[in-house]
């Protein structure tokens, strides 16, 4: 009860963005009926009609319903960790109850409601969701929310019982119960703050009215805590954690929007932060003309399908925000993996963002020079957009302290004709190196972070001088872009990178409109 009343405590709550008051105890007994998660009964009964007269619903749709066959013939999933992480299984699981619970309600065929319910069953029985990595554990509470929601009529009453009891004492009671280190999520800068309080408040939902009190201080607690987050979008859009973690922080962050305005009625301002909107903009200038990331940090290159970018098209009314992912979804019917980390494992939300019907504002050309500021900024050129062999030139700043970060300010990645010419390694797998036995999470200047070649600055085409490595905590900016009748050029200030040892330190860039660099 007392780390309950700490929840319940008024705090910094609701920044300048934040439009309304955080919810109380009468607007939680007001909740509408199930399913009351992301889509209410009418909303699914129009998607269905929806598919029936829309190509691009019809076709997201049957890539769902690809996996869903499939998953029927496979057994449930298997809860073993690697390393100190269940991620991969819980995120595995979710996609299933998430690709099912979808197909069920759309087709009304219990076939995929049961083999759904066996995986709500499975991951109930669980001891424990791993709370000392809290990711499994928002992940499994998101994944049983859905499957509870939207499986509500078809599950016996053992079945709710069994589930609600779950999510209850391995999700909600969890986040505050468990020590105060396995919580850092609460009041995170990073993705981790975005994901967990999103799934929570999915788990609180859910169950709702059981658990008032609990629920009411769950949504209240990450109201306040998701500005420290949203941070890292301001003020332009650059995420600071690069575009691969823009994908997962971002729809976490999405589907935290849409479970306050379909169940609560607000959004409490949550999609107004200062650079969130705008970060679908990132997300184009980041993919290059090969069509793989500016991958600095802990980031992988290869770009995806991209079911958040979805919502922003809705809510930005803007349809060519999607134009590179509505071309992948014939491929989507052929990819039905189903592994831990399947990239697609949150498709569904695709479907049930996209508006086909909606009236578009009016279309603008995104530039072919272009700054994001904020905590990481990097600035983007190309020559042409829509040309797989455009010159593409991308440079960053920041900080190795920042999260996710390498030694990597002053960095670059060039591709012209074609050819990605100057390359990012990116991220190195984290349990390869924690099962080493290495401190990955120290940003300091000592850390063992620092010794791994993809991390440290070896492998990062920076400047060096005498050997030494960069300062972790020097902040590079980035201080002028221009662009001329021949080139575009950025230049960056690296001096608090490399204190006492030079007085002046900056790069700069310039790509030729001959696509040469």
Known sequence: MARLLQLLIPGL????TLLAAPISAESWAKLPPHPRLFANSKKWESLKSQIGTDPVSRDLFAAIQVRADALLEKPVVVYEKEGRRLLGPARQALGRILCLATTFRLTNDSRYAQRAIAELRTAAALPNWNPSHFLDTAELTMGLAIGYDWLYDALSEADRKLVETAILEKGLRASVDSPANELFFINAINNWNQVCHSSLIAGALAIAPAEAELGVAIVNRALENLPIAAKAYAPDGAYAEGPMYWTYGTIYHVMLIELLRNALGSTFGTEKFPGFLESADFMAQTAGPSGRFFNY??????????????????ERRQPSIVNRDLAEIPALQE?????GYEPNYLLAFALLWWNPGGTAAPARELPRVWVGRGVNPIAIHRTEWNDPKAGYLAIKG???SSPHAHMDAGSFIFESDGVRWAVDLGMQ?????????LNLWSFAADSDRWKVFRLGPESHNILRFNGKPPFVEGPAEIIASRVTATASQTLVDLSPVYPQLTTQVRRGVKLNHDRSL
């Open 297 to 314: 940090a802990d980031g992988g290159d290869q770009r995806g399908f991209q079911p958040a970018l979805f919502w922003f098209a809705r």
């Open 429 to 437: 797998d984290y349990n390869s190196l924690e099962s080493k036995g």
């Open 398 to 400: 920041g900080r190795a």
């Open 13 to 16: 709550l609701m920044n300048s």
């Open 335 to 339: 990819n039905i993996r189903d592994g």
